[in-house]
């Protein structure tokens, strides 16, 4: 249980262009989703917290029109990088909140996003 | 404010040895979880064992354990039986704070198990 899919896994576009990526919770329904960017060598920094049939919230420094943020069902989540730019190339994960108990955060396996 | 350390970037252990990954953290919350997460090469975060602030016993998952000190703010994970599949970054995480699921995440040690 407590499966998280993301897809795509990998994604190569060119600059300008905007790319969507979906966190789906497989299993289990999940009113609260995170993403989070991940460079080489560091650290997990959060991005933003998806909220099911509210505006996301997202943490300071992190732009809100460029990456946007749809959490329009208990399975889905998902974060559109609009305008692309090769800085934003990098790894980004979902989680999922299994709720009741510890509220553990269960992670997508990823998708490593690349601008040219 | 929340702050999780990881003392150790790299650690290498022996196939079929034990090994103690290091954790402390930081908040004034007195409700709070512990978590530690492996995240292989290919990129996913793999949840493996969970703490809580009020629980009497460490945790135990199969060869993972948690070495919960309260007093000292440690939550060190022990693997037992290394194995090479267990070569990976490890990630202590924390969350703290009434009705809040959002981690505090350390900056890591990356395992490596030698044959």
Redesign the interface.
Known sequence: G?VVSQHPSRVICKSGTSVKIECRSLDFQAT?M?WYR?FPK???M?MA?SNEGSKATYEQGVEKDKFLINHASLTLSTLTVTSAHPEDSS?Y?C?A?LEGG?????????T?LLVL | AQKITQTQPGMFVQEKEAVTLDCTYDTSDPSYGLFWYKQPSSGEMIFLIYQGSYDQQNATEGRYSLNFQKARKSANLVISASQLGDSAMYFCALNSGAGSYQLTFGKGTKLSVIP
Do not use: D, E, V
């Not at chain 1, 510890?102 to 990823?110: D, E, K, L």
């Open positions: 407590a609260t995170f991940q560091q650290s997990l959060l917290t790894f994960i989680s909140i510890q509220g553990t955060q269960y992670f997508g396996p990823g490593r």
